[in-house]
């Protein structure tokens, strides 16, 4: 209305007043009837001649909370950051003259969930009260039923031989059925919402049909709410994949990419689940194991590659539900509940369990099977982003004096950390105590850490083995493939298929009791031969091959590479040179002529080693360091 006059405006605004006001009384109800007055207010204040300009109090509303004394700039800012704000100015305070300025609760929309006192309106002339309604706020209206879209839907795996789980929120106090047809069926449970507006249904334990299952979830005495359906569901073995980049990393992406993805159309009873990606469960197909981002969305490789190694070696029996919650460039801490923080008093890492509440929390009432890890990388370096301090002053574990990372403090960190995260997932987790968990040893890499002989990874290869400790945990090692040609940078191997064989292989062991070797030849001992001979025989827990690296960096010649070493009481490590031993189970390290009396051995202790010994069954033996004439486990 450009260029009417001030009565003209004056007029038309009272006259827009009535409309909105008989429009208010028969339609609004009271909550948008305390926001509608807080808006007549204010177009009553322009009717009577303020302006917007040079306005020392203002205050903003309908959508954020009211603040009084803003000057106009700072309201229309604000105003105009809020889609649903209105924004109300004064010239002064004369218009509410005989009313006085309000206080107590904030006059904003939404606010009506929030019931004021007597005292709120002790301060308001009895004008302003009907903006501040004291009478208690009339319940919600019923709630429909709802479960998380995305950890339960149709498609999806329930765990066999256990109590599966059902969740979501209602009503309070409702009574919910769930009803269970099909091949798993019949079954009917009845449930009460909770107080607190939850509800869970753990279903009778079943075993593994093959036949899809359909399951319904409705209120029983409320038809106002169309019931959640769930079809095709299988019962068989879940598992729960988690970690950084190289669990991200998507089957598209790995050597023979094509051919793998195509593959999956072949597997319809292993079903897909991606939580960080919020894609909900589907039927493995090349279609769905490809996200729209090569290699970084969806479906993790390592996961699916573990379940149709495993799905196969079951005989294509058992449907299996893989579940894949992971970040790339992700640290432990992030993954890691409050509680198992506590448990290595990191007080000063920043960004702990910012993953655990997103992620992994919200799917605690699922029953797994068991866990695979394949994280690490993050936690090489301690990146300063994750352990700031100021140099020489109350310095988190993992940097020096200085400021500068500390391989060292960075590993022990770990070694602490990892299994404390094991045991608190497994204490968390639904039905998940001594639930197996498989991880993945890191392959080798140099990007962002350093050249080959550097032992910042190594000395995190190391960290993670301590969690072998724990009952139930197997590890796959990766540290025999490495990829310098990686287009993802060499810290992203692309072949992955050997992690995924690895881990089924420890998942057929310890999940399926199956007789079967998942590791390479195990470091028992290492003892010196004959006195200042330099030579040392290091025997092994299972029979032991040496063997011509098969991919890798080698920088020096294979008889003397850098990869076995032995050192003297100066505990300079120097190179040696391996043969067979008496026994198959043994090998004779030569430090000869530079270590006479050797003290110390290692073996792959470096961030991109090449590994040279094999146990029979194909499995590489992993990193280790060892006093000679002790016995190591």
């Given at each position: 209305h450009f260029g009417e006059s001030k009565l003209a405006r004056r007029l038309r605004c009272r006259t827009d007043l009535l409309r909105i006001l008989e429009y208010s009384l028969v339609w609004m109800d009271k909550c948008e009837m305390r926001s509608l007055l807080v808006l007549l207010i204010g177009l009553a204040a322009t009717v009577r001649g303020a302006e917007w300009t040079e306005t020392p109090n203002a205050f903003c509303g309908l959508g954020?909370?009211?603040?009084?004394?803003?000057?106009?700039?700072?309201?229309?800012?604000?105003?105009?950051?809020?889609?649903?704000?209105?924004?109300?100015?004064?010239?002064?305070?004369?218009?509410?003259?005989?009313?006085?300025?309000?206080?107590?609760?904030?006059?904003?929309?939404?606010?009506?969930?929030?019931?004021?006192?007597?005292?709120?309106?002790?301060?308001?002339?009895?004008?302003?009260?009907?903006?501040?309604?004291?009478?208690?706020?009339?319940?919600?209206?019923?709630?429909?039923?709802?479960?998380?879209?995305?950890?339960?839907?149709?498609?999806?795996?329930?765990?066999?031989?256990?109590?599966?789980?059902?969740?979501?929120?209602?009503?309070?106090?409702?009574?919910?059925?769930?009803?269970v047809s099909g091949a798993a069926g019949p079954e009917t449970q009845k449930v009460m919402v909770g107080a607190d507006g939850s509800w869970f249904v753990d279903l009778e334990p079943r075993d593994a049909p093959s036949l899809p299952s359909n399951i319904s979830i409705a209120y029983a005495d409320n038809a106002n709410f169309a019931p959640i359906l769930l079809t095709n569901v299988v019962f068989g073995d879940v598992y729960l994949c988690g970690g950084q980049s190289n669990m991200v990393f998507t089957l598209g992406g790995v050597f023979n990419g094509t051919e793998e993805v195509d593959s999956a159309d072949n597997y319809p009873l292993i079903r897909l689940m991606t939580y960080t990606e919020q894609v909900a469960w589907a039927v493995a197909s090349?279609?769905?194991?490809?996200?729209?981002?090569?290699?970084?969305?969806?479906?993790?490789?390592?996961?699916?590659?573990?379940?149709?190694?495993?799905?196969?070696?079951?005989?294509?029996?058992?449907?299996?539900?893989?579940?894949?919650?992971?970040?790339?460039?992700?640290?432990?801490?992030?993954?890691?509940?409050?509680?198992?923080?506590?448990?290595?008093?990191?007080?000063?890492?920043?960004?702990?369990?910012?993953?655990?509440?997103?992620?992994?929390?919200?799917?605690?009432?699922?029953?797994?099977?068991?866990?695979?890890?394949?994280?690490?990388?993050?936690?090489?370096?301690?990146?300063?982003?994750?352990?700031?301090?100021?140099?020489?002053?109350?310095?988190?574990?993992?940097?020096?004096?200085?400021?500068?990372?500390?391989?060292?403090?960075?590993?022990?960190?770990?070694a602490c950390q990892f299994p404390a995260m094991i045991a608190d997932w497994r204490a968390k987790f639904n039905r998940g105590a001594d639930k197996p968990f498989l991880f993945v040893q890191l392959a080798p890499y140099t990007e962002g850490v350093g050249e080959p002989f550097d032992v910042s990874t190594a000395l995190l290869r190391e960290a993670q083995t301590v969690a072998l400790s724990l009952p139930r945990v197997g590890m796959a090692s990766a540290v025999d493939y490495g990829d310098t040609g990686s287009p993802y940078g060499n810290i992203h191997p692309r072949c992955k298929q050997p992690v995924g064989a690895r881990l089924a292989l420890a998942a057929r062991a310890l999940v399926y009791n199956q007789s079967i070797a998942f590791s390479g030849p195990k470091f028992v001992s290492a003892t010196t031969v004959g006195a200042n001979s330099g030579q040392v025989e290091v025997t092994f827990d299972q029979a032991v091959f040496i063997r011509e690296p098969l991919n890798g960096l080698c920088p020096v010649a294979f008889d003397s590479c850098a990869w076995m070493t032995l050192s003297g009481s100066d505990n300079l490590p120097f190179n040696a040179t391996v043969a067979a031993g008496p026994q198959a189970n043994s090998i004779i390290v030569s430090g000869q002529p530079l270590v006479a009396s050797p003290t110390g051995i290692t073996y792959l202790f470096g961030d991109w080693p090449v590994p040279f010994l094999y146990g029979a069954n194909g499995l590489p033996v992993t990193p280790f360091r060892a006093s000679v004439s002790t016995l190591t486990q």
């Open positions: 954020i909370p009211v603040e009084w004394g803003l000057s106009f700039e700072q309201c229309l800012a604000r105003c105009n950051a809020n889609a649903s704000c209105t924004m109300f100015a004064f010239t002064n305070w004369t218009m509410w003259g005989q009313f006085g300025k309000p206080s107590g609760c904030s006059i904003q929309s939404g606010d009506c969930a929030k019931p004021c006192t007597e005292a709120d309106c002790a301060n308001w002339d009895q004008f302003f009260c009907p903006l501040r309604d004291c009478s208690p706020i009339p319940p919600p209206d019923p709630t429909p039923l709802a479960v998380d879209p995305i950890a339960i839907g149709s498609n999806m795996v329930l765990q066999r031989g256990e109590p599966a789980r059902l969740w979501g929120t209602g009503l309070p106090n409702a009574a919910v059925v769930v009803d090349r279609k769905t194991v490809q996200g729209p981002n090569v290699p970084f969305t969806y479906f993790s490789a390592v996961c699916f590659l573990f379940g149709r190694d495993l799905f196969d070696a079951l005989n294509g029996t058992v449907p299996i539900g893989l579940v894949s919650s992971n970040v790339g460039g992700t640290s432990i801490e992030r993954w890691s509940g409050p509680d198992a923080i506590a448990q290595c008093n990191q007080t000063g890492v920043v960004l702990q369990s910012t993953l655990w509440t997103p992620y992994i929390s919200p799917l605690l009432p699922m029953v797994f099977t068991g866990f695979l890890w394949y994280q690490g990388e993050s936690n090489v370096a301690c990146n300063k982003k994750n352990f700031p301090c100021t140099a020489g002053v109350n310095c988190a574990i993992g940097l020096d004096q200085n400021g500068n990372a500390d391989p060292v403090a960075c590993a022990d960190f770990y």
